[in-house]
């Protein structure tokens, strides 16, 4: 069997299908409550976060983001994996990595939204989340639920029907 060459290679990745990624943290306080963030361009509530840069590895990004967003440094190495979205609707499939990293009262005091992305900011409890006292993402709502791991989402912008 012949191995691809380097070349090769990349020729047969640049024929695979791209999907983007994105990495978000749940910031969380010593009394369980969590950073949720409205971003300008989304009607959902959700954890600082974004898109994945090329050459960055999901907590790399996710660290970026909450830095760019709300003016919290975290170190990638910290934050724990919590879930992967796997988000399937009629405009494409992306992945989420939702990560947890903990924060205390200070960081809270010091927070300087990016005002061009960020609304509204807001500090809330697992179960203000599940309750739905505001419009939350569907990552947001499976963290605050314990999910873990990988999940998947499908949402379609038309109604389905059985055939």
Not at 99 to 118: N, P, S, T, Y
């Amino acid at each position: 069997m012949k191995e691809f060459s380097q070349q090769e290679t990349v020729v047969w990745m640049n024929t695979l299908e791209k999907r983007m990624s994105s990495g978000a943290v749940a910031l969380t306080t010593a009394d369980d409550r969590v950073v949720v963030v409205k971003a300008t361009y989304k009607r959902y509530w959700s954890f600082p976060g974004g898109v994945i840069d090329r050459g960055e590895t999901p907590r790399q990004a996710a660290a970026r983001e909450v830095l760019e967003e709300v003016g919290i440094r975290v170190n990638p190495d910290t934050l724990q994996f919590r879930l992967v979205a796997d988000r399937v609707s009629d405009i494409a499939q992306t992945y989420q990595f939702v990560f947890e990293g903990r924060i205390d009262d200070d960081d809270i005091a010091g927070i300087q939204l990016d005002e061009h992305e960020i609304a509204e900011i807001a500090v809330v409890t697992r179960q203000q989340i599940l309750d739905g006292d505001r419009y939350y993402s569907q990552s947001t709502k499976l963290w605050a639920g314990g999910t873990s791991g990988y999940d998947e989402q499908i949402f379609h912008s038309t109604p389905q029907t059985d055939i």
